[in-house]
């Protein structure tokens, strides 16, 4: 194999046939090529989907109270079911070790007013938990804190979009606004990567907003995150088990599935996670698809090469060559193109998606990548495909009396 | 040199089978320049595959130098091929993308001979053909006589025991044809045992013996006076 003359025999023969080496080069750097692009875009989509949903904490569970549909306990159908404080304070105390971080919420919407500008809002008033469940980022000032909880204090953190809309070019930090006439102080203001409408929301203390609202101590909804250590089976028990209490509570049948309704990230995020999944397995199959064509494609040319070289494998043989040369030599001029022009076509693609990855960044395709490993694999798979397909057609060549061979006149 | 005994070989074809040599007895000393004639499937050509170990015999021995030749495998005949014979065809079958040079050179790469020597014997031969100034061309580049005595120098670089023409001016006209029947005449010179197949009465009479060859059959085989070529260049 390291024998320096066939190598130069090698060498020799490529150069001396340009068309032939381009034809086979083609086919592999082609396929690798087509490759490594369907991959990264199967790798794409699903970095696209994952972001999508990174915006909040993955462990979080969101419980919001609705309407029973099943008469119970002595209770008719259609009650109007209302979460409090004390449901809060009750999951805290029965789930001690299953949650993590848990806030109340109250949605509300709002006119505001600064100075001459106007505009509407929607309000969500929580607990200072909440920035951990929503993944909150707070680029300037501070989120809620518990003296803002104690205090029941007038104060807001709004979004960069409420912020631009109502402050213009002043830095809305420290000062007072109008909400439904009521003066608010601004304390921070939050982003949302994924989401601009999200940026214009406002988030206040939820005692305040009980306060405002008749001193009550009515949420609409919890959120909370669980225990991280948790794996999925382990969530989806825990929001079993939180469903179930909180229906006996309630007083909601079991069976109802409107008079609760506790949505859990863990579940989407697993149902995302099978789709993306089914989306690598068609990658997966299309791919061995463009594999298999590649092989057929190399096949195809390795017959046509060695048909054309049957007269010169004649003059060989009878100038001496024994079977086991004609096979190495024609067998190490294939691979040594195929590897050659299946790396090619791997750097093509790979340079050509380090070029774009970076500038594809719509919500559904995402930085669009391939394992350098999975594509090695291919190109070792669809040259070694192209040995053994060159393999046959040789060693039948080769084994071809040279008067035959000979005779072969074109 | 060459020695054969009761030699039959057919071919089959289709459903039927072609008797093409019936029983040839034939030999060769060293030195000889020896004619093989007959018209077209006389066999002629048949036979001097079979001294060539390019084809098998069915029936009879055939020894070269004193080694039978039976039992060939393709390794093995690729080795006597190399080690005992040289080839001279009638289209040349010199390899297209090769310089002249390369091609001379190539059965010394199939003996294993060190590059720097393979080049130095290949100029040598090319020399002695007088075709040194064309080391560098492609086939494509030379003329059909040059062409013929590329591989004639190509056919002697290996230093064989015996040459084996087949219809060696075949496709050259007849003053080509001369010159390079001037050439295997002075490689004859030199000592070479030849076997040149033709069916050009003119080109046999340049030889040393004629042998005529019949419907697979030997039918004469005489000694000739030999007309030399160089006298008609």
């Not at chain 1, 397995?281 to 054309?308: D, R």
């Not at chain 1, 050659?340 to 960044?361: D, E, Q």
């Not at chain 2, 010179?189 to 033709?198: C, P």
């Amino acid at each position: 194999m390291f024998d320096k003359d066939i190598w130069q025999e090698i060498f020799h023969s490529i150069k001396n046939n340009k068309l032939r080496t381009f034809l086979t080069g083609f086919s592999v750097g082609w396929g690798i090529f087509i490759l490594v692009m369907l991959l990264a875009s199967v790798n794409g989509m699903q970095n696209g989907f994952h972001s999508q949903f990174n915006d909040d904490a993955t462990n979080s569970i969101f419980i919001r109270p609705g309407t029973t549909n099943k008469a119970y306990a002595g209770f008719e159908k259609d009650r109007k079911i209302q979460l409090r404080n004390n449901d809060i304070e009750y999951i805290k105390k029965s789930f001690t070790d299953d949650y993590e971080h848990i806030s109340g919420r109250m949605f509300k919407s709002t006119s505001a007013r600064y100075k001459s500008e106007t505009g509407s809002y929607s309000i969500q008033a929580v607990h200072p938990d909440h920035q951990i469940i929503e993944k909150t980022i707070v680029t300037e000032g501070r989120y809620i804190n518990m003296n803002d909880l104690m205090s029941s204090s007038k104060v807001a953190v709004i979004g960069r979009k409420v912020g631009e809309d109502l402050f213009k070019e002043e830095d809305p930090i420290g000062k007072f606004v109008e909400f439904n006439g009521l003066l608010f102080r601004v304390i921070g203001i939050f982003i949302d990567e994924g989401d601009d409408n999200a940026e214009r929301g406002i988030y206040a203390p939820i005692t305040t907003y009980q306060k405002i609202y008749g001193n009550t101590d009515e949420i609409d909804g919890i959120a909370l995150t669980y225990n991280s250590s948790y794996d999925l089976t382990k969530a989806l028990e825990f929001s079993t088990r939180l469903e179930n209490i909180l229906k006996r509570r309630h007083k909601i049948a079991p069976e109802d599935q409107s008079g609760i309704r506790i949505w859990n990230y863990a579940q989407a995020f697993s149902d995302i996670s099978s789709f993306t999944g089914v989306l690598s397995y068609i990658g997966i199959a299309v791919g061995i698809l463009i594999l298999i064509a590649g092989i057929v494609g190399i096949g195809n040319i390795m017959v046509f090469i060695i048909k054309e070289r049957t007269k010169e494998i004649g003059i060989r043989k009878a100038l001496g060559a024994v079977p086991g040369q004609i096979i190495k030599l024609v067998l190490l001029e294939s691979v040594f193109i195929t590897a050659l022009s299946g790396f090619i076509g791997l750097f093509f693609a790979t340079g050509i998606l380090a070029v774009i990855g970076p500038m594809m960044n719509s919500p559904a395709f995402t930085n669009p990548s391939v394992s350098f490993s999975i594509v090695l694999t291919a190109t070792i798979i669809l040259v070694l495909a192209g040995l053994l397909a060159g393999l046959i057609p040789a060693m039948k060549a080769a084994n071809i009396k040279p008067i035959v061979a000979l005779r072969d006149d074109k | 040199m060459i020695k054969i005994e009761n030699l039959h070989k057919s071919y089959k074809m289709g459903s039927n089978s072609l008797h093409v040599l019936k029983g040839i007895n034939f030999s060769v000393e060293e030195g000889e320049l020896v004619a093989i004639m007959g018209s077209s499937g006389s066999g002629k050509s048949t036979l001097l595959n079979i001294l060539g170990m390019l084809d098998n015999l069915d029936e009879g021995s055939y020894t070269l130098d004193g080694v039978p030749i039976k039992d060939l495998n393709e390794t093995k005949a690729a080795n006597y091929r190399n080690k005992f014979l040289g080839f001279v065809f009638q289209s040349f079958n010199l390899i297209n993308y090769k310089s002249a040079m390369e091609n001379v050179a190539l059965p010394l790469y199939y003996q294993k001979v060190g590059r720097k020597e393979r080049q130095e014997k290949a100029l040598k031969y090319l020399d002695q053909v007088g075709l040194k100034e064309w080391a560098t061309h492609l086939p494509s580049e030379l003329s059909g006589g040059q062409k013929q005595r590329v591989a004639i120098a190509r056919a002697m670089a290996a230093e064989p025991k015996v040459l084996l023409a087949d219809e060696p001016t075949g496709a050259l006209d007849s003053k080509t044809s001369y010159e390079v029947m001037d050439l295997i005449q002075k490689i004859n010179d030199q000592g070479n045992t030849i076997l040149v197949v033709t069916h050009e009465p003119d080109i046999a009479d340049m030889c040393k013996r004629i042998v005529h060859l019949k419907d697979g059959v030997i039918v004469e085989d005489k000694k000739i006076k030999q007309v030399r070529a160089a006298e008609h260049v």
